[in-house]
């Protein structure tokens, strides 16, 4: 089965369409990528959904980007059997079907762009009404969806589950070298934060969305400050909550803020830390997902903390420490026990490596979509 990973999508950014093709490969299939990235980030293509009017302003880009997408196209023989359309696909997955008619196209559909935007602020109305219309055009113009939970499924039109395929989002093998690295002595370059002098190490990194519930987290800080918890944290980022964060975090010297990371450097840090932080917001959104950082952290080594969802107790169980949605007060009291208990700390660690190594390789990640691709009635012409 001949596999062609397509779009525009950053894998550096988005790491989930590494995953799935290096899944792929691990089961054997002949994957490729044909990749024009729009080089946006990931909030500039979450407002292009948002405001799907700043289209036309990134015209040129976007048209570039697909003419070479186009040429190329054309160029390639034999068609591939599969094309699959990285997350934030919604555009080029329109372009794919267009361009491989004959092939079997697979959408990643991570992120609903209606919810998305209703997430961030955005009222229910005529625009949320138009970014819906938008998600049921990208899963039309797509033979199987992909995506990562049960609830997001659920949001998929009735008449498509049945071609809906729940893969969880897991982590790139950089992740577990990285915990491989760390507790071999072997990591280089990368600290934990200074002066941690073997207290616990926590860190969160993110685009401080509201889904994320960075607040939480910086109000949970600013409880442990105050109990004279020995914690030293690092956060990751910036966004929509990150003023809100840096006021109630401000004056803590036991927490230091890296605007950013080089993705390629992300696994080492995170590694060097004890905890890695999830998500506590809980909007809609939040209740429905089961975010990037806690399939890197426990595949990083780290304990990981995050909100008690559905979809998270169902995908960490006990692997993880779980907390009510929204509460600072229940995260601190974590993160105190933690920084109590060594012995508890390690369990946590050992769990979720354990976890990962099962369930959050790309190879376990692709499984039930490979099974689902061996399953499809090729197009005519059989995509070649």
């Known amino acids: 089965?001949?596999?062609?990973?397509?779009?525009?999508?950053?894998?550096?950014?988005?790491?989930?369409?590494?995953?799935?093709?290096?899944?792929?490969?691990?089961?054997?299939?002949?994957?490729?990528?044909?990749?024009?990235?729009?080089?946006?980030?990931?909030?500039?293509?979450?407002?292009?959904?948002?405001?799907?009017?700043?289209?036309?302003?990134?015209?040129?880009?976007?048209?570039?980007?697909?003419?070479?997408?186009?040429?190329?196209?054309?160029?390639?023989?034999?068609?591939?059997?599969?094309?699959?359309?990285?997350?934030?696909?919604?555009?080029?997955?329109?372009?794919?079907?267009?361009?491989?008619?004959?092939?079997?196209?697979?959408?990643?559909?991570?992120?609903?762009?209606?919810?998305?935007?209703?997430?961030?602020?955005?009222?229910?109305?005529?625009?949320?009404?138009?970014?819906?219309?938008?998600?049921?055009?990208?899963?039309?113009a797509a033979d199987v969806v992909v995506v990562d939970t049960d609830e997001h499924r659920a949001l998929v039109p009735a008449g498509r589950r049945s071609d809906t395929v729940v893969a969880p989002v897991g982590a790139p093998s950089a992740w577990f070298t990285a915990a491989a690295a760390q507790a071999s002595g072997r990591a280089v370059g990368v600290d934990t934060p200074e002066g941690a002098d073997g207290r616990l190490t926590v860190i969160f990194y993110g685009l401080f969305t509201p889904l994320q519930g960075a607040p939480v987290i910086g109000r949970a800080l600013r409880l442990l400050h105050e109990r004279g918890v020995a914690v030293r944290a690092t956060l990751v980022g910036?966004?929509?909550?990150?003023a809100e964060v840096r006021d109630l975090v401000a004056g803590l010297d036991e927490v230091r803020w890296l605007p950013w990371v080089d993705p390629p450097e992300l696994p080492a840090v995170v590694a060097a830390h004890d905890v890695c932080l999830g998500i506590f917001g809980?909007?809609?959104?939040?209740?429905?997902?089961?975010?990037?950082?806690?399939?890197?952290?426990?595949?990083?080594?780290?304990?990981?903390?995050?909100?008690?969802?559905?979809?998270?107790?169902?995908?960490?169980?006990?692997?993880?420490?779980?907390?009510?949605?929204?509460?600072?007060?229940?995260?601190?009291?974590?993160l105190a026990r933690l920084a109590a208990d060594p012995g508890e700390l390690a369990a946590r660690r050992r769990a979720a490596a354990d976890l990962a190594a099962r369930a959050f390789t790309p190879a376990a990640v692709a499984a039930p979509v490979v099974e689902a691709l061996q399953a499809v009635r090729p197009r005519a012409g059989g995509g070649r």
């Open 1 to 140: 089965m001949r596999v062609l990973g397509f779009g525009t999508y950053d894998a550096q950014r988005h790491p989930r369409i590494e995953v799935l093709l290096d899944g792929m490969r691990a089961h054997g299939l002949d994957v490729s990528e044909l990749v024009r990235p729009l080089g946006l980030s990931t909030a500039e293509r979450v407002r292009m959904l948002q405001q799907p009017w700043r289209v036309a302003g990134l015209g040129a880009r976007v048209l570039s980007r697909w003419a070479r997408l186009a040429v190329a196209a054309r160029r390639r023989w034999p068609r591939p059997d599969v094309v699959v359309v990285g997350y934030l696909g919604h555009f080029d997955v329109l372009l794919a079907r267009l361009l491989f008619p004959r092939s079997v196209v697979v959408l990643d559909h991570l992120v609903f762009a209606a919810t998305t935007a209703t997430d961030r602020g955005t009222p229910t109305g005529v625009r949320t009404w138009l970014l819906g219309l938008l998600d049921r055009a990208a899963i039309a």
């Open 238 to 242: 910036d966004g929509q909550d990150a």
């Open 282 to 334: 809980a909007s809609g959104k939040a209740l429905r997902v089961v975010p990037n950082k806690v399939y890197q952290g426990a595949a990083a080594g780290t304990a990981v903390v995050t909100a008690d969802t559905a979809p998270q107790r169902r995908v960490l169980g006990d692997a993880a420490v779980l907390v009510p949605p929204g509460s600072a007060t229940a995260l601190a009291d974590a």
